[in-house]
C-alpha cells in the first residue's frame, strides 16, 4: 500500500511559537489529508489537498501540497496550547474506496 | 458527536473469549473501515468495506473477523486475541466514489485489553 513518512515524530515548543510538520511519499499522491488527534480522542480530519501546489489556510493553520504531489506540510503559527495533539497526514494513491495510509504523526507538545 | 458511534467504549477480555465490536454510522456513507491504533504502531488500516463489500484486508490475523451486514453498521469478531492485541480499535466511514476517497470520520474508539 501507499507509504507516507511523516517528521519529526515529536516537536517540542513553547507556547506561541511556530510549528511545521512534513510527509513525504516516494510516489506521486491523488490527494493528501490532515487530521488532528488530541490525547485521549480520536482523529479529525482538518483539510484536504488535491492539486499540484495547492496552499490552503485555516486560521493559524497553513497546508502545502507539493508541485509533485509527493509531499505535504502543516504549519501553525503563535502556537495555542489548544493545539496540543497529534498531527497526522494521510495519503489515497489509488482508485475505489481503498482505506487511507496514514503517516506516524507528529506529536505536538506545548510548554506554556 | 461524530455520527459514527462504537461500542463497548472498554473491553478487557481472556485469550479464550469471544467478544464483537461494534459500530453504527448516521451520516449515508457508502463505505466503513476498522483501524487499529497502538502505542507502537498506529493506525493500521484493518479492514475496508464499500458498499457492504469487503474490499480491503490489509493480512490481519483471523482471529479478527469482519462483518458488514448493511451500509451502516461494521462489526469486528474477536476470538482467541493475544496480549499484543490490546490496542485502541477505531471505526471510520466515508463517502466514497470515483478516484477519491472523502474525508474520514471515525468514531471515539473501543478500547481494548487482552489478559
Known amino acids: 500500500g501507499q507509504q507516507v513518512m511523516q517528521i519529526p515524530q515529536y516537536q517540542h515548543v513553547q507556547e506561541g511559537e511556530d510549528f511545521t510538520t512534513y510527509c513525504n511519499s516516494s510516489t506521486t499522491l491523488s490527494n493528501i489529508q490532515w487530521y488532528k488527534q488530541r490525547p485521549g480522542g480520536h482523529p479529525v480530519f482538518l483539510i484536504q489537498l488535491v492539486k499540484s501546489g495547492e496552499v490552503k489556510k485555516q486560521k493559524r493553520l497553513t497546508f502545502q501540497f507539493g508541485e509533485a504531489k509527493k509531499n505535504s506540510s502543516l504549519h501553525i503559527t503563535a502556537t495555542q496550547t489548544t493545539d496540543v495533539g497529534t498531527y497526522f497526514c494521510a495519503a489515497y494513491s489509488g482508485g475505489g474506496a481503498d482505506g487511507l495510509t496514514f503517516g506516524k504523526g507528529t506529536h505536538l507538545i506545548i510548554q506554556p | 458527536e461524530t455520527g459514527v458511534t462504537q461500542t463497548p467504549r472498554h473491553l478487557v477480555m481472556g485469550m479464550t473469549n469471544k467478544k464483537s465490536l461494534k459500530c453504527e454510522q448516521h451520516?449515508?456513507?457508502?463505505?466503513m473501515y476498522w483501524y487499529k491504533q497502538s502505542a507502537k504502531k498506529p493506525l493500521e488500516l484493518m479492514f475496508v468495506?464499500?458498499?457492504?463489500?469487503?474490499?480491503e484486508n490489509n493480512s490481519v490475523p483471523s482471529r479478527f473477523s469482519p462483518e458488514c451486514p448493511n451500509s451502516s453498521h461494521l462489526f469486528l469478531h474477536l476470538h482467541t486475541l493475544q496480549p499484543e492485541d490490546s490496542a485502541l480499535y477505531l471505526c471510520?466511514?466515508?463517502?466514497?466514489?470515483?478516484?477519491?476517497?472523502?474525508?474520514?470520520?471515525f468514531g471515539e474508539g473501543s478500547r481494548l485489553t487482552v489478559l
Open positions: 471510520a466511514s466515508s463517502q466514497a466514489g470515483g478516484t477519491m476517497t472523502g474525508e474520514l470520520f
Open positions: 451520516l449515508g456513507h457508502n463505505a
Open positions: 468495506y464499500n458498499f457492504k463489500e469487503q474490499t
